[in-house]
């Protein structure tokens, strides 16, 4: 999120509604009022900005923080850079990444054409040379594979690798995962229209039923060890068994249990939600 690093649960909690307060020690304001981030939740907006008095906080500061109490509140401020002053940083949930969207629109051929444009533009500017066609069919071919193993293959560093991800996301050809990315409907057309073989045309079609969430990187990889990829295989276990899991922690069972509420399913050993 810039300026203010916020943890998975967290997010969620500004998402719900329950927490719209954030405290950091900075040597200066590093976010502005109005600015909307975009996070793993969708859209983050800050609505207030301002320098406080450690003193000043409050426990009701503290609840609208997440903080469990006004001490804990204040000892966490005083752990890092206690010599600098306390930011108070009033936040909101502002609506879905607008990217969520775009993924899903398969471009026409006048969109195509400015896609390509962009690409060629962006290849003709890299000085290690054209990268952006070769970084989709390596998402294509390996979709949720870490970040550094995709660089490594692409002969490149972690971060300048990201960086390159990053640009192809924000046109909405690519999605992030909590582990590595995939290939989005809008960057598979712009491959078909180009007429690259793709090996993702060759592969079976995916297990029919509903992804699973976001759920931190631990748990989507304690899960898909198990072959779990989707919420109809995870009410196939009980809530022991997936609370068991090395990785799952109270953030992702949460995430878990809304996304099978919504659906009307269940952990093997509770009952079923559906009507």
Do not use: C
Request: charged content about 30%.
């Amino acid at each position: 999120m810039g300026g203010v690093q916020m943890r998975p649960v967290e997010l969620a909690a500004i998402r719900a509604g329950d927490v719209d307060l954030a405290f950091r020690r900075w040597d200066r304001p590093r976010v502005r009022v109005g600015t909307q981030m975009r996070t793993m939740v969708g859209l983050v907006e800050v609505t207030s900005v301002d320098r406080v008095p450690v003193r000043s906080l409050t426990a009701a500061d503290a609840r609208r923080a997440g903080a469990p109490s006004l001490v804990a509140l204040r000892q966490g401020l005083d752990r890092v850079h206690a010599d600098r002053p306390v930011y108070r940083i009033g936040l909101r949930y502002a609506g879905v990444d607008p990217r969520q969207a775009l993924r899903e629109e398969v471009p026409d051929a006048a969109e195509l054409g400015a896609i390509r444009e962009w690409l060629d533009r962006l290849d003709r500017a890299s000085s290690t040379g054209p990268w952006t066609r070769a970084t989709l069919l390596l998402i294509d071919e390996l979709p949720a594979v870490r970040a550094p193993d995709l660089a490594h293959r692409m002969g490149r560093d972690t971060l300048s690798f990201k960086q390159n991800v990053r640009k192809l996301k924000e046109r909405g050809l690519t999605e992030s995962l909590d582990i590595g990315y995939r290939l989005s409907p809008r960057g598979a057309a712009v491959l078909d229209h180009e007429g690259h073989p793709r090996p993702s045309r060759d592969r079976s079609e995916p297990e029919p039923g509903i992804p699973l969430p976001h759920l931190g990187a631990g748990a989507t990889r304690a899960l898909t060890a198990l072959g779990v990829v989707r919420l109809e295989q995870v009410a196939g276990l009980s809530f022991g068994e997936v609370r068991a899991l090395n990785g799952v922690g109270p953030y992702a069972l949460r995430r878990l249990r809304e996304a099978m509420d919504a659906a009307g399913l269940a952990f093997l050993d509770e009952p079923d939600t559906a009507m």
